[in-house]
């Protein structure tokens, strides 16, 4: 297992729409099907953020239960990895889900920050605010995930934010398999440049599982470099909407499929589901009872 990659599929968002991508799935079906497309191209993990069907970001647990029982449905064995991140929600309205559908993993927000989308062609942002992530939020967040056997991906937007997982670990609230995400290019965050990325796997301790994200289309030669440092990638329509050759991929299967490319091309052999759960140490497949 020492050479093999793990590649997550983050399939939606919330702060887009199909007015910057036709291709963006919102409804269960559209998103278990972009999950379904994702897995055969070779990812292990899918991302999801939940949407009403016309699209506007939703935290409605009947919602996320409707989405883990279409991507069951199509994707048996798939970890399913569930966002908590959200901005002027309440921390108990952020992860209300999570014991509902009791997902493999989630997102866990390292720290708070300024997060916004500023446009330098109008020199304004286009929404900005912050997204609050105290150590109180952030230890309520974590109890929830351990009380149902979640496994906790640390979503870390700068470098701090690494360093904000030792005072948890230190108390036991986060497990030995906590992956640390290397988040970059989010405005209020650390910039996506091969410097930093070096900077940050360097603040990753010893035989931690860490992935990169990178948001917007210098992902590829990021998660190049992440790749050949050992780490596994993210790609999906959530982060990076073009692929290498800056044409806009028709689904998410077509990020995935670049991204195998890649990462064969660093000298990694991509892990399978199977592989993933055990790489990561993931046993439970979660499993929705619902009459949705």
């Known amino acids: 297992m020492k050479n093999k990659i793990i590649i997550s599929a983050a399939l939606t968002g919330a702060a887009t729409n199909r007015s910057h991508c036709p291709n963006i799935p919102y409804t269960p079906i559209e998103i278990a099907e972009e999950a379904k497309r994702a897995v055969d191209a070779g990812a292990a993990i ?4 939940a ?7 939703s935290w409605r647990t009947e919602v996320f239960e409707s989405i883990s029982k279409e991507v069951r449905a199509l994707c048996p064995d798939v970890i399913i990895n569930y966002s908590t991140g959200a901005l002027g929600l309440s921390v108990e309205e952020r992860i209300k889900h999570l014991p509902a559908t009791k997902p493999e993993m989630a997102a866990f927000n390292m720290g708070s920050m300024n ?3 500023f446009s330098k062609k109008q020199k304004q942002f286009f929404w900005n605010g ?9 230890m309520t967040v974590v109890k929830c995930m351990n009380e149902n056997g979640i496994c906790p991906e640390m979503e870390c937007f700068d470098t701090g934010h690494i360093r904000n997982a030792e005072p948890l670990r230190q108390m036991g609230l986060i497990p030995s398999n906590a992956c640390y995400s290397l988040v970059m290019g989010v405005l209020g965050g650390i910039p996506a440049t091969p410097e930093n990325l070096m900077h940050q796997i360097k603040q990753v ?8 994200i990178v948001i917007s289309r210098k992902q590829w030669q990021l998660n190049a470099l992440a790749a050949m440092m050992g780490g596994n990638i993210r790609v999906g329509l959530e982060d990076n909407f073009y692929l290498p050759n800056n044409e806009m991929a028709k689904s998410n299967g077509a990020l995935v499929e670049e991204a195998v490319r890649l990462a064969q091309m660093m000298g990694r052999l991509v ?17 929705i009872e619902t009459n949705v």
């Open 271 to 287: 892990a399978t589901v199977a592989e993933a759960r055990e790489m990561i140490g993931i046993n439970n497949v979660s499993k």
């Open 51 to 57: 949407r009403e069907d016309d699209g506007t970001p």
């Open 46 to 49: 899918v991302h999801i953020h």
């Open 205 to 212: 301790p010893d035989g931690a599982f860490w992935q990169s």
């Open 130 to 138: 912050v997204f609050e992530n105290s150590f109180d939020t952030m």
């Open 115 to 117: 997060y916004g989308i």
